[in-house]
């Protein structure tokens, strides 16, 4: 599959932002579909996740403020994200993978990956 992510940008402490992630071919073998973050020099880090079997997960650090869905009609994973703070700064990467549903935020299970969208908050 293709990931299509758009959404981010520059946004002051507190503020809201709505990232997507276009999922382009075949959907059938999508186990789990995830958001991840990167910021230059640390390792990426799952954000939230949705999977087949055991729903959807969160990392610690943006329960309560951040919501995952998917939209199946449209092929789109959401990633609403409010009550922004300048940690949650980072590259915004959009996964699929094909296998297996455990650990969902931990990204070396994944196979597909999209090019990334920036969200900074100042």
């Known amino acids: 599959v293709q990931l299509v992510e758009s959404g981010g940008g520059s946004v002051q402490v507190g503020g809201s932002l709505r990232l997507s992630c276009l999922v382009i071919g075949n959907i059938a073998n999508m186990n789990c579909i995830a958001w991840f973050r990167q910021v230059p020099g640390k390792e990426r880090e799952g954000v939230a996740a949705?999977?087949?079997?055991?729903?959807?997960t969160y990392a610690d650090s943006v329960k309560g403020r951040f919501s995952v869905s998917n939209a199946y009609a449209e092929r789109t994973l959401y990633l609403q994200m409010d009550d922004l703070r300048p940690e949650d700064t980072a590259m915004y990467y959009c996964?699929?993978?094909?296998?297996?549903?455990?650990?969902?935020?931990?990204?070396?299970?994944?196979?597909?990956w999209g090019q990334g969208t920036q969200v900074t908050v100042s």
């Open positions: 996964a699929v993978r094909t296998s297996g549903w455990t650990r969902p935020l931990v990204p070396e299970p994944y196979n597909s």
């Open positions: 949705i999977c087949r079997l055991g729903g959807t």
